[in-house]
């Protein structure tokens, strides 16, 4: 039997060291971040799909019978490994995008109806219902937004379908899946994520679903077994950047001075092993020293990104400014603007904290006061959501 509501959520990513270098097979080490996109389904038997993302002011609605009729362009496999373009062009002409559209609307209407028909295809009937998808996380800022909504896509849609648990056990705010459910979830977040990202790494679905801190190196990705919790302040730019350009600008230089940049790859590996050995030593007995050296990683760090070529004035703005105030800060993602983070040591004054960030606000930034090492991917309780929260997931 079926809870009334189901409530799932999951978290954003940031790269903590890593980022570019891993692209040419170096050590990269991600965090999930404690911004989440939070989904409610709430199952009925109207004979509608309706599907709300209020982030960006989306509301559709389909009737089931009409669903039904498209499944029989879906069932080529059991277990599909990725849209095919066919699949996506055929999508997109049942919910009305014209051919070659791309925006974000467009993208998360098409994950979410890749999934639904694919996950529930082996309901007798395909559920009708009401989803709510909205998220603390901002779009097209380097932090998984789009993982958070595949990874929760497709977390509610097996609990409805009942391939997974659905329900909190007695008493319980909220749970975590078993391993072999994860795994299920991960995989059908991997196919949402292709949806929208075409050859996705992986990573973001993959942070997502398992929370933590991962790994990743050659396509290989590993959880860290034991990592503390670090507070962040995050801030976005706003700036806009291409991953595409900055990567291929990477690769450029790479080509054209192998010996100065083979180095600073290295080192930027060496930076990311580093701090993975001292996260593992703060799991077990965490020390202020410790705290000094992940300072001194990040700013060496951004030093390097810098000479690869992927830093911005927005970025040096945010390093000097939280510099001021004794803190340390490097980009996270593709640079070139987007977000950066700043480590928030133990015992640091509340007072500097917030006039760190009125001072980054007053340059034009958001930020956001947060955490590392988050939850992944879990299902929750009414009780146990901010009211805020609900309010959004049931008054959009």
């Avoid at 996950?119 to 779009?139: A, F, G, N, Y």
């Avoid at 990477?250 to 790859?265: C, G, H, R, S």
Wanted: hydrophobic fraction near 40%; include cysteine; charge should be neutral.
């Amino acid at each position: 039997m079926l809870p009334e509501t189901l409530l799932v959520s999951a978290p954003g990513k940031v790269i903590l060291h890593g980022e570019h270098a891993v692209v040419h097979g170096k050590v990269a080490l991600a965090e999930a971040l404690n911004l989440r996109t939070f989904l409610c389904i709430k199952p009925h038997k109207d004979g509608k799909v309706r599907l709300n993302l209020p982030n960006i002011g989306s509301k559709r609605d389909w009737d089931v019978s009409k669903l039904q009729l498209l499944t029989t362009a879906f069932l080529d496999s059991e277990e599909p490994t990725a849209p095919t373009l066919e699949q996506v062009e055929k999508l997109k002409a049942f919910a009305g995008f014209s051919p070659g559209s791309s925006d974000s609307e467009c993208l998360a209407v098409l994950a979410f109806l890749y999934l639904y028909l694919f996950i529930c295809r082996k309901q007798r009937h395909l559920p009708s219902m009401d989803i709510v998808v909205w998220s603390e996380l901002p779009t097209g800022a380097g932090l998984g937004s789009s993982a958070a909504y595949s990874v929760c896509l497709a977390a509610a849609l097996l609990a409805l379908c009942e391939e997974i648990t659905s329900h909190l056990k007695e008493g319980a705010t909220s749970a975590r899946w078993t391993e072999e459910e994860l795994n299920l979830i991960n995989r059908w977040a991997f196919l949402g994520e292709k949806v929208i990202h075409g050859n996705p790494s992986g990573v973001d679905n993959s942070v997502s679903t398992w929370g933590g801190a991962l790994r990743f190196q050659g396509g290989t990705i590993s959880s860290l077994e034991r990592t503390p919790i670090l507070k962040i302040l995050l801030t976005n730019t706003k700036v806009p950047r291409s991953t595409k350009a900055l990567v291929a600008g990477v690769k450029d230089k790479l080509v054209k001075f192998p010996e100065v940049m083979n180095p600073i790859l290295t080192s930027i590996s060496a930076i990311s092993q580093e701090c993975e050995r001292v996260l593992h030593t703060m799991a077990v007995a965490p020390s202020p020293e410790q705290y000094l050296i992940l300072e001194e990683l990040i700013d060496m760090n951004q030093h390097h990104l810098n000479a690869l070529g992927v830093g911005h004035s927005t970025l040096d703005r945010l390093c000097q400014v939280t510099a001021r105030h004794g803190l340390h800060s490097k980009l996270t993602g593709a640079g070139g603007g987007g977000c950066g983070f700043t480590l928030l040591r133990p015992g640091l004054e509340q007072s500097v904290v917030e006039a760190t960030k009125q001072a980054l606000t007053s340059c034009g930034f958001e930020c956001w006061e947060t955490i590392i090492g988050a939850p992944g991917v879990s299902l929750h309780s009414a009780s146990s959501l901010k009211a805020d929260i609900l309010q959004a997931l049931n008054n959009p």
